[in-house]
Nanobody, 130 residues
Framework: QVQLVESGGGSVQAGGSLRLSCAAS???????????MAWFRQAPGKNREWVAV????????FYRDSVKGRFTFSRDDAKNTVYLQMNNLKPEDTAVYYC????????????????????WGQGTQVTVSS
């Protein structure tokens, strides 16, 4: 049984930082080349959108344009945990952030759609005030 448990959300002022954690059980990122882990977010009244993705095949990370240079996705295989370091936060980053895990057999794709992910955490609220 796969479980993803997020932590680290909170409220900060614009320009501040937060680090989100996602502890995985039952899903081992490096076990399969097709495995992906991702952070998504959903703001009130908006669709859920991908924020950052890491794929096992080449361990590359991918970011949506609005967070490039501010957010960093990292992983600790020993703890089976991934992190999202968020710096220089902006009010438009306010959302519920979700950790997700999934897999694909296609070698060249990057999974950025929420329908591609099978497992989800419960979400953690991030609020950035101006």
């Amino acid at each position: 049984q796969v479980q993803l448990v997020e932590s680290g959300g909170g409220s900060v002022q614009a320009g501040g930082s937060l680090r989100l954690s996602c502890a995985a059980s039952g899903f081992f990122f490096s076990q399969n080349d097709g495995n992906h882990m991702a952070w998504f977010r959903q703001a009130p009244g908006k669709n859920r959108e991908w924020v950052a993705v890491i794929r096992s095949r080449d361990r590359r990370t991918f970011y949506r344009d609005s967070v490039k240079g501010r957010f960093t996705f990292s992983r600790d295989d020993a703890k089976n945990t991934v992190y999202l370091q968020m710096n220089n936060l902006k009010p438009e980053d306010t959302a519920v952030y979700y950790c997700a895990a999934g897999s694909t057999t296609m070698k060249t794709v990057v999974l950025t759609s929420d329908i591609d992910y099978t497992y989800w955490g419960q979400g953690t609220q991030v609020t950035v005030s101006s």
